[in-house]
């Protein structure tokens, strides 16, 4: 049973325009939630990360929302550029306060920013 | 910023034959490091947490006696797929944990493909 689900496996967003990718979840003990990027044969790269606390967080083009009562999260990039073009993946981790714990990702979604 | 390193970053091998693939935390100490792998178009898939100086732990359907874990210093953990065969030709990922309330590295991954 998937934890962690992103629903759209694609996505495409004009150059300059909004791209929100969403990810939902199933665990109530997941409480810290994080965006990672991946080029194909690479590594995940990190993009932005948001405790349970918060509702939001920002950083330069990126916001992520969480909403609890609704187990979701989005990925928010404004303003759309042709490098952010790659897959997506939303990512969970049962506790924060850890640094043992793995985290469940999400099956990705590609994101396509068309020049 | 924190750097996982993963070599090699491709292998082609013949069935049978057995593979090494290496994990170093560059300017950390990693108590714990993960291994997930990628199908095509699929998600991170847990493999294993490979804590330093005792023994890995599986997830469920992995097998340990094919996918042998060290993990024998702080900074690196070694994946060894034994006797391998066409269907573990994979994407392998290793990740890092620096500690609590620290996102997970990952390292450049490994393209498997077993002839």
């Known amino acids: 049973d998937q934890q962690v689900k992103q629903n759209s496996p694609s996505l495409s967003v004009q150059e300059g325009r909004i791209s929100i990718l969403n990810c939902d979840y199933t665990?109530?003990?997941?409480?810290?939630f994080l965006w990672y990027k991946k080029y194909p044969a690479e590594g995940p790269t990190f993009l932005i990360s948001?405790?349970?606390?918060?509702d939001k967080n920002e950083d330069g083009r990126f916001t992520v929302f969480l909403n609890k009562s609704a187990k979701h999260l989005s990925l928010h990039i404004v303003p759309s550029q042709p490098g952010d073009s790659a897959v997506y993946f939303c990512?969970?981790?049962?506790?924060?306060?850890?640094?043992?714990?793995?985290?469940?990702f999400g099956k990705g979604t590609r994101l396509s920013v068309i020049a | 910023g924190a750097v996982v390193s993963q070599h090699p970053s491709w292998v082609i091998c013949k069935s049978g034959t057995s593979v090494k693939i290496e994990c170093r935390s560059l300017?950390?100490?990693?108590?714990?490091m993960f291994w997930y792998r990628q199908f095509p178009k699929q998600s991170l898939m847990l493999m294993a947490t490979?804590?330093?100086?005792?023994?890995?732990?599986?997830e469920q359907g992995v097998e340990k006696d094919k996918f042998l874990i060290n993990h024998a210093s702080l900074t690196l953990s070694t994946l060894t797929v034994t006797s391998a065969h066409p269907e573990d030709s994979s994407f392998y990922i290793c990740?890092?944990?620096?500690?609590?309330?620290?996102?997970?590295?990952f390292g450049s991954g490994t393209q498997l493909s077993v002839l």
């Open positions: 665990n109530s003990m997941f409480d810290y």
């Open positions: 948001i405790s349970s606390i918060k």
């Open positions: 300017d950390f100490q990693a108590t714990t």
């Open positions: 990512a969970a981790r049962p506790t924060w306060s850890r640094g043992n714990t793995p985290l469940v």
């Open positions: 490979s804590n330093e100086g005792s023994k890995a732990t599986y």
């Open positions: 990740s890092a944990d620096r500690g609590a309330n620290e996102k997970l590295f």
